[in-house]
């Protein structure tokens, strides 16, 4: 993987044009050994993943900040997360101002 020189995201070695803003890539010919295979991981996405189970509000800082994931890929994550939490909390009211419980 490598990043796209315009907007800075994530794209593929073999892509001749940025996914996310259309600008064309400049090829750079590396030797083969340091090229990154498809399996491999970046190292921001696992620090990114760790932060995000842990503490989910910093690991949506660093997973905008440091962009280990595409532009859609960190929509949903956010969407899904903020989501979630919105629930627990309207539960969590729902729970406290039901009649039945004591404070």
Do not use: A
Request: charged share 20%; hydrophobic share 45%; with cysteine.
């Amino acid at each position: 993987m490598k990043k796209c020189t315009n907007c800075s995201e994530w794209i593929k070695e073999e892509d001749k044009y940025c996914f996310h803003c259309g600008v064309k890539v400049e090829q750079t010919l590396k030797p083969e050994g340091i090229n990154r295979k498809k399996n491999d991981i970046h190292p921001y996405e696992v620090v990114t993943v760790l932060f995000l189970i842990l503490s989910f509000p910093i690991g949506l800082l660093i997973m905008w900040i440091f962009r280990p994931f595409s532009r859609n890929t960190r929509w949903i994550i956010s969407v899904i997360l903020i989501g979630i939490s919105l629930l627990g909390l309207l539960l969590i009211i729902l729970w406290t101002s039901s009649p039945g419980y004591l404070y």
